[in-house]
């Protein structure tokens, strides 16, 4: 059976997607953590987001998998745009979950800028906690929010920098219509980092994109409404 692939996103990392592994029981599904972030948060971070998908592609070249379902949310979702962009063959099937297409993220709950300053202000403890709870609809309160804050707490105040540069000087607009690879798009209703516009372009740029709106979620879809996110997610890898 063809291995199934998660891209985390900015302050995220592979302990987050347990729920998903277990769903997708029967599959082989790989969730990698990316340099400087969960469990590589000793690695340094690529300065860039076509750095961050070359080094998935070589990791996952190590590890024998040659062609796989990739899965990729917010920053990870860029990251798989790239990765898409430069081994399409690789590729048997694409989620873009939470993410867009324009690195500068408008319309996001405050800007890139913003968030750097407040991160060299505020340091990387409080950051990770404070971004971490604007990816839930009840923030702080959410069930799965001291989790996602613990695996963003790994990261150092230097990869949260990197990782807000790469974000900023990116944008996969103009590859959208070459992708040809069977994408689903996955968004949360409530999003405060991806508004509908950004989810929009990407339904309606790739060709024969299918989309899978969840309503009552913010960014984290997948630990929000989990049943729901699993069922169409298996749905896709399986059909």
């Given at each position: 059976?063809?291995?199934?692939?998660?891209?985390?996103?900015?302050?995220?990392?592979?302990?987050?997607?347990?729920?998903?592994?277990?769903?997708?029981?029967?599959?082989?599904?790989?969730?990698?953590?990316?340099?400087?972030?969960?469990?590589?948060?000793?690695?340094?971070?690529?300065?860039?987001?076509?750095?961050?998908?070359?080094?998935?592609?070589?990791?996952?070249?190590?590890?024998?998998?040659e062609?796989?379902?990739?899965?990729?949310?917010?920053?990870?979702?860029?990251?798989?745009?790239?990765?898409?962009?430069?081994a399409?063959?690789?590729?048997?099937?694409?989620?873009?979950?939470?993410?867009?297409?324009?690195?500068?993220?408008?319309?996001?709950?405050?800007?890139?800028?913003?968030?750097?300053?407040?991160?060299?202000?505020?340091?990387?403890?409080?950051?990770?906690?404070?971004?971490?709870?604007?990816?839930?609809?009840?923030?702080?309160?959410?069930?799965?929010?001291?989790?996602?804050?613990?695996?963003a707490?790994?990261?150092?105040?230097?990869?949260?920098?990197?990782?807000?540069?790469?974000?900023?000087?990116?944008?996969?607009?103009?590859?959208l219509?070459?992708?040809?690879?069977?994408t689903?798009?996955?968004?949360?209703?409530?999003d405060?980092?991806?508004?509908?516009?950004?989810?929009?372009?990407?339904?309606?740029?790739?060709?024969?994109?299918?989309l899978?709106?969840?309503?009552?979620?913010?960014?984290?879809?997948?630990?929000?409404?989990?049943?729901?996110?699993?069922s169409?997610?298996?749905?896709?890898?399986?059909?």
């Amino acid at each position: 059976m063809t291995p199934v692939v998660f891209v985390h996103g900015f302050l995220g990392g592979s302990r987050q997607w347990l729920g998903q592994v277990e769903a997708l029981a029967g599959f082989n599904v790989v969730a990698l953590d990316l340099p400087g972030f969960g469990e590589n948060a000793h690695l340094n971070a690529p300065d860039s987001i076509a750095g961050f998908a070359e080094w998935a592609l070589r990791e996952l070249s190590v590890r024998g998998i040659e062609r796989f379902i990739l899965i990729g949310h917010s920053m990870g979702g860029m990251i798989v745009q790239e990765m898409v962009a430069r081994a399409p063959e690789r590729i048997d099937r694409l989620v873009l979950y939470g993410t867009g297409t324009i690195g500068i993220l408008p319309g996001r709950f405050e800007t890139i800028g913003t968030s750097k300053r407040r991160a060299n202000a505020e340091g990387p403890r409080a950051t990770a906690r404070r971004i971490a709870a604007t990816w839930f609809l009840d923030r702080g309160k959410a069930a799965a929010y001291e989790d996602c804050a613990m695996i963003a707490e790994q990261c150092s105040l230097q990869t949260m920098l990197t990782g807000l540069d790469a974000m900023e000087g990116w944008s996969g607009a103009k590859h959208l219509a070459d992708i040809m690879t069977r994408t689903l798009v996955i968004w949360g209703d409530r999003d405060r980092t991806y508004p509908w516009s950004q989810t929009e372009q990407l339904w309606q740029s790739i060709p024969d994109a299918n989309l899978a709106v969840i309503p009552g979620c913010a960014h984290a879809t997948h630990l929000e409404k989990p049943g729901l996110f699993n069922s169409i997610l298996r749905d896709f890898c399986a059909a």
